[in-house]
Nanobody, 125 residues
Framework: QVQLVESGGGLVQAGGSLRLSCAAS?????????????MGWFRQAPGKERELVAR?????????YGDSVKGRFTISRANAARYNVFLQMNSLKPEDTAVYYC????????????WGQGTQVTVSS
């Protein structure tokens, strides 16, 4: 079974930084590893809808950021075979508090269809 595993969440004061990491592990029953068009970071705060924070297209590295994080967050990748993806979060604000999820838009799917377990990010004022 292919899984996404996140790490790096925690508690930080406003203005601080955190770096989230995500990596794919495992194989399908047919022996395939993950194959994805794009990897993304989403977040969901209590009482709010899940929102796309940033994503990176795997073929060319093209990135996208939500308006609320532009200029503060950076998505990057490494180890193409393991779909390692990172989210560097700087100048954190209390409104960035949420559970952050790594997700994969797998080849053949119409949307992000593989999700990590989530990691809590809490920014204190």
């Amino acid at each position: 079974q292919v899984q996404l595993v996140e790490s790096g969440g925690g508690l930080v004061q406003a203005g601080g930084s955190l770096r989230l990491s995500c990596a794919a592990s495992g194989r399908t029953l047919s022996g395939r590893t993950l194959a994805a068009h794009a990897m993304g970071w989403f977040r969901q705060a209590p009482g709010k809808e899940r929102e796309l924070v940033a994503r990176i297209r795997w073929a060319n590295g093209e990135t996208y950021y939500g308006d609320s994080v532009k200029g503060r967050f950076t998505i990057s990748r490494a180890n193409a075979a393991r779909y390692n993806v990172f989210l560097q979060m700087n100048s954190l604000k209390p409104e960035d508090t949420a559970v952050y999820y790594c997700a994969a838009h797998q080849i053949g799917a119409s949307e992000y269809n593989l999700w990590g377990q989530g990691t809590q990010v809490t920014v204190s004022s």
